[in-house]
């Protein structure tokens, strides 16, 4: 049965991986996807920033094959198997239902992430490479992500305004990123993760100024950066 589960994780991994390339791809949700275009709203980073999936899909799909030829059995491997597979198999759905439905598509992200933090959590400490560091990057991004859909769904259907949801949805971010960092203090990606998305959404608020949401990113990234270089500093004791 272990290695079974070994073997789902592949193979939601590869269908998560090629789900992009069985699609037109998703770089942020258009404005015409809601009853209120949301035309370069604040909540959401600049383009450059999504290009962190390649990293996450790839480097997810090694670290299951890792575990299938190298870890099939291993205890540090086997509990977090069922979150992770339940987290991949809709994310493997997510981009065709993003295309088509904001706000299913932030249902089914908030779903990923907590599958996603269930995996984390349970996730031995071995093979940090292979299989915390993947899981964490994917997670991180995912808690970035689940915030900047529902900011846009909520200005998108009228309730709140772009300004007011993006400023909430980013704290939520930062909160939540803040408070999983507590619970992985040896798993420095997902800070990484996390403090990617919020660069791209300060970078993308820049030109035109909005000054709130770059001051709330600019407070927010050193305080996700101290536990990142804790998390560092932990790994290489």
């Not at 090629?18 to 370069?40: E, K, M, R, V, W």
């Not at 390649?54 to 099939?72: E, H, N, T």
């Not at 800070?191 to 909005?210: E, F, K």
Request: contains cysteine; neutral net charge; aromatic residues 10%.
């Amino acid at each position: 049965m272990e290695r079974m589960k070994a073997i789902f994780v592949v193979t939601a991994a590869l269908a998560f991986l090629l789900s992009p390339l069985s699609t037109s791809g998703f770089n942020g949700f258009t404005a015409d996807q809601f009853p209120i275009p949301q035309t370069d709203p604040p909540v959401q980073p600049a383009g450059y920033a999504f290009s962190i999936w390649g990293v996450i899909y790839l480097w997810l799909m090694a670290g299951a094959l890792f575990g299938l030829f190298k870890r099939d059995r291993a205890r540090d491997w086997t509990t977090m198997r069922w979150p992770l597979i339940l987290s991949l198999v809709v994310g493997a759905a997510w981009i065709p239902a993003a295309n088509m439905d904001p706000v299913a598509a932030t249902a089914m992200i908030w779903i990923m992430l907590g599958a996603g933090l269930a995996a984390l959590a349970r996730a031995g400490r071995s093979d940090h490479f292979w299989l915390r560091a993947p899981i964490g990057l994917y997670t991180g991004w995912l808690t970035a992500a689940s915030c900047v859909a529902t900011g846009l769904v909520l200005a998108g259907h009228g309730l709140l305004s772009e300004q007011i949801a993006a400023l909430a949805m980013i704290a939520l971010a930062l909160l939540l990123a803040l408070w999983v960092q507590t619970r992985v203090a040896d798993t420095p990606e997902y800070g990484l993760a996390v403090i990617w998305a919020t660069v791209g959404i300060l970078v993308d608020n820049v030109s035109p100024l909005n000054g709130a949401v770059v001051a709330l990113c600019g407070l927010g990234l050193p305080l996700l950066a101290w536990p990142v270089l804790r998390a560092l500093d932990n790994l290489r004791r």
